[in-house]
């Protein structure tokens, strides 16, 4: 059965390159289609059986989100879906002034102001949604690659996505699941481990050799196989898991690449993504934990 995408949220959310590459992999697409042309769109004569993917937000003309989800699941003869695209403020602030496009809920004010307007005013969209997608982290082409995996083909599985951060470079926000290696020494201290990444045998071994890593993934594994395939059951699509430590770069990657093979022997198919391995070692953000875990995990 075609599928039916409804892709909204927050306006500089990311709304055109979801379209474009929804578009790039065969869906039709349309963009700040009215809402009573919805059921003519889709079943317009002589229209593909392609999958639709239809953006709308607050600019487009009769936007109504406490309505939304109930015309969406109207359509008949397609399979309904809505993905809410979302960003922190401050991300969609800067959005706004790289762009210097005004806000749509802020013509006359700052983009803050309307920024605020439209989180209120789709609320109600955003937990009608079936998956919420914070594209504030994301460059284009990671954000192209991820809605590869979750449109590019019907899958029968679960998508599951496992990520490596650093908690002094901000929580990961696609997260379902966080899981904190800051427990653990860290690579950083030692000189000849700082400028290598989790990624790198000598850090990985070194990660491995430490006093409750066996047991942390162990119960971690088990409990993942446990909830993933329940996930599945209770119809959930999509599931993230992230690893974090300080930085980004050592422990957390060593984690999110052993989990990945982990669960790979379960029968799983996970995607790996490492959000700040690319960047450069910095002391300074190393000390403030280090002062937290103390001088046997420095």
């Not at 998956?131 to 979750?150: H, Q, S």
């Not at 990657?253 to 996970?270: D, H, I, N, W, Y």
């Not at 450069?280 to 420095?298: F, T, V, W, Y």
Request: charged residues 30%.
């Amino acid at each position: 059965m075609p599928r039916l995408l409804l892709v909204t949220g927050m306006s500089g959310a990311g709304k055109s390159t979801v379209l474009d590459a929804l578009e790039d992999m065969g869906w039709d697409i349309v963009d700040n289609l009215p809402t009573g042309m919805l059921h003519d769109f889709v079943h317009a004569p002589g229209r593909s059986t392609n999958h639709v993917a239809v953006g709308m937000d607050a600019r487009s003309r009769g936007f109504d989100p406490q309505a939304l989800p109930d015309l969406v699941h109207s359509v008949p003869g397609v399979r309904p879906e809505i993905l809410y695209l979302d960003a922190t403020g401050a991300e969609l602030i800067r959005r706004y002034g790289e762009t210097r496009r005004r806000h749509p809920l802020a013509q006359d004010r700052p983009a803050e102001d309307g920024i605020g307007r439209e989180r209120d005013l789709t609320a109600a969209l955003r937990l009608a949604a079936d998956a919420v997608l914070d594209t504030t982290d994301f460059k284009p082409a990671d954000l192209r690659d991820e809605l590869r995996r979750r449109y590019g083909e019907e899958g029968d599985e679960l998508v599951l996505t496992i990520t490596s951060f650093g908690f002094a470079r901000g929580i990961s926000r696609t997260a379902d699941l966080v899981f904190d290696l800051r427990f653990l020494p860290n690579p950083h201290w030692i000189d000849e481990l700082r400028p290598l990444t989790g990624a790198d045998a000598p850090v990985a071994d070194f990660v491995a050799a430490q006093e409750g890593w066996d047991e942390f993934m162990t119960r971690t594994e088990e409990m993942l196989a446990f909830l993933l395939p329940r996930y599945w059951a209770a119809g959930k699509t999509y599931v993230g898991l992230a690893f974090g430590c300080t930085g980004g770069r050592h422990r957390s990657v060593a984690a999110a690449l052993a989990m990945g093979e982990r669960l790979r022997a379960r029968g799983f198919s996970p995607n790996i993504r490492h959000r700040d391995l690319a960047r450069r070692p910095d002391d300074s953000l190393e000390l403030g934990q280090a002062r937290i875990e103390g001088p046997e995990k420095s």
